[in-house]
């Protein structure tokens, strides 16, 4: 059994605003210099949901499943928003037609034009229905502080105990076992090098290259995967045996070095993680998304 401190984690409330889509001032250039316009960031997306392709939409870009939204206030509140959500955290619409309508977190993305950041949220059919940009949503947060007992060289990045209890962790010769829908190998592992807090934003799993457009061709938003030698600890960056585990938040990009999001939701240094090989490792089944 998978011993954790869940029951002393605190639970805030945070709030946000669905938030309008966002494309480039101009036409955008992808890596082999075809302009498209890069639909798919922000908004509400009505037709893409956690379980479906990352590839294949039309002039998509970074495409993201649902409904997009950031906090509000001044840059403490908008942080906390970011950094405190975890993904399968309650979120609940505060006002207008769809007041009252709930849903989960499903990911975290960044590196918008003009440094914006999303959090990413499902709702069911009857709620995004009746959403409308600028609907306030507050999230009942919970996950930042998550430790595993047994394992402290884990650290836990924006993982709700929800999601940790629906994922089938084990134990094995003294690691901490994953089942993840693929390893991504750390040539493939982009945008994303540098930044901290690592809890408000993600990972880039470059989509320009043939052999690795073909190595992820099946890959799906919802996926969780292990990025090999990739620490995202009290930073992100490149460290020979670390590993990350995380969420698929967003679909592919056509822009050098960039691609499909992954959103951090555990990390170690030294191989404490072993990453076991399930291809239906993917939240939408964790979270029970596809029955909404």
């Known amino acids: ?55 294949g939409w039309a002039w998509g870009e970074k495409v993201e499943p649902g409904v997009s939204a950031d906090g509000t206030g001044g840059d403490g509140e908008k942080n906390s928003f970011r950094c405190f959500s975890c993904i399968g955290n309650e979120a609940r619409i505060v006002d207008g037609e769809a007041k009252g309508g709930s849903g989960l977190v499903v990911g975290k993305v960044g590196y918008l034009p003009e440094g914006g950041h999303h ?27 998550l430790e595993f007992k047994d394992h402290p ?29 693929k390893i991504i190998p750390p040539e493939y592992v982009g945008q994303g ?4 807090p690592a809890e408000s934003n993600n990972w880039d799993v470059m989509t320009q290259s043939p052999d ?18 990739i620490l995202t600890a ?7 045996g670390a590993c990350t585990v995380g969420v698929v938040s967003c679909g592919a990009s056509g822009r050098m070095g960039q691609g499909i999001g992954v959103t951090t939701i555990m990390t170690c240094r030294e191989g404490e993680i072993e990453a076991v090989m399930n291809p ?13």
Not at 10 to 25: D, F, K, R, T, W
Not at 280 to 292: K, R
Request: proline share 4%.
């Open 212 to 229: 690795a457009v073909e190595a992820l061709k099946d890959l799906r938003l919802g996926d969780v995967v292990c990025l090999k030698d």
């Open 153 to 181: 060289g884990v650290r836990a990045v924006g993982l709700s105990p929800r999601l940790l209890e629906e994922m089938g962790l084990g134990e094995s010769g003294g690691r901490l076992t994953v089942p993840v829908a």
């Open 193 to 196: 090098s540098g930044g901290s």
């Open 119 to 145: 959090l990413v949220l499902h709702f069911k059919e009857e709620t995004l229905g009746k959403l409308a940009i600028g609907d306030k949503v507050q999230v009942r947060t919970c996950g930042v502080g």
């Open 234 to 240: 009290w930073g992100r960056g490149y460290y020979e």
């Open 1 to 55: 059994m998978v011993v954790t401190n869940k029951d002393r984690l605190l639970e805030i409330a945070v709030v946000g605003e669905v938030v309008h889509s966002v494309v480039e001032p101009s036409y955008m250039t992808n890596w082999d210099s075809t302009p498209t316009v890069g639909l798919g960031r922000g908004g509400i997306v009505y037709n893409v949901k956690p379980g479906g392709p990352c590839f």
């Open 280 to 292: 239906e490792a993917n939240i939408a089944d964790y979270l029970g998304l596809g029955d909404e």
